[in-house]
Structure formats: C-alpha cells, structure tokens
C-alpha cells in the first residue's frame, strides 16, 4: 500500500514539472514569435518615420510653419496606419534647430545652417504568447532626420552696355514687349542711341532708386524678388556682374566679370573681396538692387558697363580712351561723343578705336559680353574661391541672363601672358566685332563638341571658350567638371537677331550651356527666351520652382 501511494505522489510531481515546462516552452515560442513582431513592427515603423521626416523636410522653405510641418507628419503617418497594424502613433515630434526640445542641438543646428527635420514616433504593440509569464505590451519609439538640400545659387547677369541701350524710349513713355518677333520690334527697342542711353548718365552716382538704364533697372529688380523667393541663411546667393563695376575704368580689365556678392557672403569692393559677411537677404538684395539699406555692407546694386570716354586728337582725326595717345589705336572701348556735327558733341554709343582705326580691324579688346568668363566666375565659387565654405551636399545651380552673344574673354589662367585679352583669332578680325565663329551651328549641337574645344588652337574663340566653360560648370564630378544646374535666360530681340551669319547664336549658346553642356549624364537645367522684361517674372518663378522640385526628389 506504501509503494502505491508514493507511486501516485510522484505522477502528481511529474504533472507540476510538465506543467511548469509548457510555461516556459509558452515563453519561448513568445519570445521568439512576440520578438519576431517586435521587430516587424519597428522596422515598419522606423520606414514609416523616414518617410514622415522626408515629407515634413519638404515643407522646409521659406515662410514654413512649424505646425504645417508637424500637421504633415501627422497626417502621413495616420495615413500608414494599415502598415503599422492598425496601432496608433503617439508622442509625434517635429523639431528642427529652431524648434529642438534641446536648445542648440547639435544634430540639429549645424554650422553653416542645414535644413534638416527629426520626427520621432511612438508605437504601442501588444503581445499575444509573452502575456503567459506577464508581459502584456511594450511601447517602440523610432526617430529619423530628413534633410531637404539646401541651395547654392549663383546669378549671372549681363551688365553689358547694351543693358542701357532702351532707356530713352522707356523712360519718354515708350514700353518694349515682353513678347513677339525681333523683326516686329519697336525699333527704338533694338537700337535707338541718344544721350538717356548714356551709362555715364542713366547709372548715376546714387542708388538702385535713381538708376534709369533700361532694361537694366527692371532686370535687377525681377532678379531680386527671384533671389527673395530663396530659404536664408540656409539657402545661398551669390551674384556676378559681367563687366567691372568701377565707372571710369581706363584698362581693357573693366570689361572683365566680377563676383560681386560670394557665396559666404564677402562685400566685394571693386571686385575685390575686402571683409567677410553672412550670408542674407539684405545684403543679396543689395548686391542686385541696393539702395545701401537693409545689408551690412551699403551696395548699391549692380551698374551698366562704363568705360572712360573718348578722347579726340584734332591733329590726326583719332581718337583713343581718355588717358591714352589718341595716334597709337588704344586698345579697349569707350564712350563716344563725337565733337562735330551731326552729333556735336553728344553721346553716339559706345566706340573702339583699336578697332575702328586698325587694319585689319581688331575687336580683342572692343566687346564686353563675357559669358563664358561669367560661367567660370560662378562655378569656381562652390568649390574654387578661398572665402567660400564647400557644401558638396547643396543643390548647385547657376542663373545665367545674357543680352547677346558670348564675344568677349579672358584667358584661362596658364594662358595669361599669351592672350592676355581673352581669345580671338586674327582670322575673325574685320567684318563684325566679334571674336567669334560666323556660323556654329554643328558644335552647338554636338554633345561631345570635340571639333573646338582645345584652348591652344590657333581658331579657339570666344564662343569655345565660352561652351567649355558651360561644360565644366555643368560636367559630373567625376569628370571633373562642378555638376551644378546651368539654367539660361536670354534677353532681347538680339537673341535672335544677333550680328553675324548665325543672327540666333546667343539664343543657340545658352540653349546648349543648359541643356546640353556637361554630357548627357549632366544634372540639366532649362533654357528661356524673353523678348523684354515683361516676362521675366514667371520665368524666375518657373527656375524656382524647379529647384524646389529637385530638393523635393
């Protein structure tokens, strides 16, 4: 009877220990399924979190509300409630530096500025095997920084002289169509020269307020609501003249680009970077229409091309730059006020006597619409100039207007003792001055455009200097070139109707600097065409809207 009590004691041991072991293989399969979940259920969360980040990183443009940002964030991830299992999310936080729950978070607030967002979400999972040995649910919490690219923009606008040849005619009640064909123009719209169109008269000495040059003054001002339009400090401008900014200059080096305003930004006096800045509205706004207020630095915005003027020698009938003999040719243009009748002394536009007076006329020194020097000037700015901090992460983009063909240049800088005055081929002299191919029709629409493209031909002009230049600004990195987006504007009915056997050759270069320059791998922009001023507006806008686009991609 003893043996069959003990035998009955240890059946009732052996059913506690079965017992206690399915407790744990229970927690076992738990914690291996509930695990499983876990994961799943982070992973899915975490994407949805990326997500949210990258959409509240798009909101991330000037004039944002931070509750539209979050309300975005909100919204997307409700939206992925499916994807989560039905759970809902709580505990969503938006923040960006300005808004950062820790006050100059680091991850957050960057020097210089980033426009970077952290979302951080949290996910109640309930467990169904780990209840067994009491745990019922947990809380997942995911965070992720998005960041929308901030943008590195460089103007490049023509300050030509030609940038004042409308103004009597605008400013004596006429107005040049924003639209239409070149042949149909108002001729006072082409051509008309009279003492209004004087850059020595119509730049004045004062502000962006009292300067008359037409089309010059309604440029800039469209240029600097586009440059408005841009996200500061976080996004960047620069602005480049294509001509020096000193009124006066008696050297063939005032026709030359300068970097007006950097990228950092430096105040450039004179084209010479003299103290460093911060990078703001004001003094962007400044550096294209300043009226000397709003910016640290009191620019006045940008001016027309002003060379010295003409000096006449009665003896010999030449004439030559104030400042040089007027018998030896002079190189370099200048103001023309012709002291005899019909003129008698009033301005005739702008003159060359090193081309007027030499045989075979010479036009080295005579034009002063360096496109390509202008494209060189901007693309050395992301990563070339010494005061400029290199955002490789940045959206790169050049705006380039011009008025007319890319004529003029300056050598590149190992070929500056050989052609100190830029490229241009005694075989292009005489006929037009231009320094310029007649006809390039075949290269423009080369990709490859191999056939122009060695510096040290004895047929390298302007023009190729000025599509090389397009290509290395435009060119992938890996090529060596600077990968930014070229987007051209040309203004004026000399786009299509430009001096020479091809009359749309500035139209035909911009169009190739924008969507062809760089190869077919190359991060294009677009090109537009604007025959006044009229439309210059939506074309900003249009620029801007892309690369708002891109940021969004």
């Not at 229409?289 to 091309?305: C, H, M, P, R, S």
């Not at 060596?480 to 749309?504: K, M, T, V, W, Y």
Request: proline share 7%; with cysteine; aromatic share 8%.
């Amino acid at each position: 009877m003893f043996k069959k009590l003990l035998r009955n004691h240890s059946r009732g041991q052996a059913i506690i220990l079965v017992a206690l072991a399915f407790v744990g293989v229970i927690a076992m399969v738990g914690l291996a399924m509930d695990g499983g979940v876990l994961l799943i259920n982070y992973a899915t969360l975490k994407r949805s979190v990326d997500a949210a980040s990258v959409a509240a990183a798009q909101q991330f443009r000037k004039g944002y509300n931070p509750d539209d940002m979050t309300n975005a964030v909100v919204e997307f991830l409700q939206l992925n409630k499916t994807q989560l299992n039905q759970s809902d999310i709580t505990n969503i936080i938006t923040e960006t530096c300005a808004t950062a729950l820790t006050p100059g978070d680091p991850a957050l607030c960057t020097d210089p500025p980033r426009k970077l967002v952290r979302v951080t979400a949290t996910q109640h999972v309930t467990f169904g095997f780990l209840r067994v040995i009491g745990i019922d649910a947990t809380d997942l919490t995911a965070s992720s920084v998005a960041e929308a690219a901030s943008i590195d923009m460089m103007l490049v606008i023509d300050t030509s002289i030609s940038m004042a040849a409308a103004t009597d005619y605008n400013n004596n009640g006429g107005s040049c169509p924003a639209e239409g064909n070149p042949p149909t123009v108002d001729p006072n719209c082409q051509n008309d020269v009279n003492a209004n169109d004087d850059p020595s008269v119509c730049n004045t000495n004062g502000t962006h307020g009292s300067l008359t040059c037409e089309p010059m003054k309604d440029v800039l001002t469209e240029a600097q609501q586009f440059a408005d339009l841009l996200f500061y400090p976080y996004d960047r401008v620069g602005v480049v003249a294509l001509t020096d900014q000193v009124p006066g200059d008696t050297t063939t080096a005032g026709r030359n680009p300068k970097v007006v305003w950097d990228l950092q930004s430096s105040y450039v006096a004179g084209g010479d970077i003299t103290a460093a800045g911060v990078t703001d509205q004001g003094n962007v706004d400044n550096a294209i229409a300043g009226d000397g207020v709003g910016g640290t630095n009191g620019l006045l915005g940008l001016k027309v091309f002003q060379p010295t003027t003409c000096e006449y020698n009665a003896d010999n009938a030449t004439f030559a730059p104030v400042g040089t003999d007027p018998g030896d040719n002079a190189p370099g243009p200048c103001l023309n006020y012709p002291p005899s009748a019909p003129n008698d002394g009033a301005f005739a536009g702008q003159e060359c006597p090193a081309y007027r007076l030499s045989n075979p006329s010479d036009p080295t020194t005579c034009n002063n619409t360096n496109g390509g020097g202008g494209l060189e000037a901007a693309g050395a700015e992301f990563t070339n100039s010494p005061t400029v901090a290199v955002r490789k992460d940045s959206l790169w983009i050049v705006v380039a207007l011009l008025t007319g063909a890319p004529n003029s240049s300056w050598p590149l800088s190992w070929d500056s003792t050989n052609k100190p005055n830029g490229y241009c081929p005694s075989s292009f002299w005489g006929g037009q001055p231009l320094c310029i191919q007649p006809s390039m029709q075949v290269s423009l629409t080369d990709p490859l455009r191999v056939a122009q493209s060695d510096p040290t031909a004895s047929n390298y002009t302007s023009l190729d200097y000025a599509l090389d230049m397009a290509d290395w600004v435009a060119g992938p990195a890996s090529g060596n070139g600077q990968n930014a987006s070229i987007f051209g504007i040309c203004l004026g009915h000399r786009c299509e109707n430009s001096s020479g056997a091809d009359p749309d050759l500035p139209e035909q270069f911009l169009e190739y600097a924008a969507e062809i320059a760089g190869g077919p791998t190359a991060n294009h922009g677009s090109y537009y065409y604007s025959a006044g001023v009229g439309n210059l507006q939506n074309i900003f806008q249009d620029i801007y809207n892309s690369i708002t686009t891109r940021i969004a991609q």
